[in-house]
């Protein structure tokens, strides 16, 4: 069996890349520049479904796109997390905080409509994150 990205994710999301371990997404949600990791491995829920060398690669990919995206973005600070509740496919959340976005300081999820991207900005967008994650880790889907 191959790697299947769950529906949900994949309706929104675009695809960024690919690391050693996880698809690269971007939340399609303009109030809360928003990065998806999913490991690309069959029939995962949980992070302790993972071997215990992929759980260290899993943390170093969360890590090197937090730390980009706080670089890039300016970020007050960034959120990492693994919930699971909507989508049980594993993947796990880094998000971009600001202390003027429109959920601060509280959590993301459920706080008012996604604003969608507009179709150029999402591009441009896309473009940055795949060069900020490292041409030497990355490879195009």
Known sequence: ???????????????VGDLPLCRILLMNDS???????????????EVHDLAPSERAILIEEATLAGE?????LGAKKINIAALGNMVPQLHMHV??????????PDPVWGVGEAA??????????????RRMLD???????
């Open 1 to 15: 069996m191959t790697f299947q990205l769950d529906s949900r994710l994949a309706a929104d999301t675009f695809l």
């Open 116 to 129: 969608r991207y507009e179709p150029d900005l999402a591009a441009r967008l896309v473009a940055d994150l």
């Open 31 to 45: 109030r809360f520049p928003w990065l998806i990791l999913v490991p690309r491995r069959e029939d995962l829920s």
């Open 68 to 72: 980009r995206l706080k670089i890039y």
């Open 95 to 104: 998000v971009a905080r600001f202390a003027n976005d429109a959920a601060w």
């Open 135 to 141: 041409c030497a880790l990355f490879k195009e889907s």
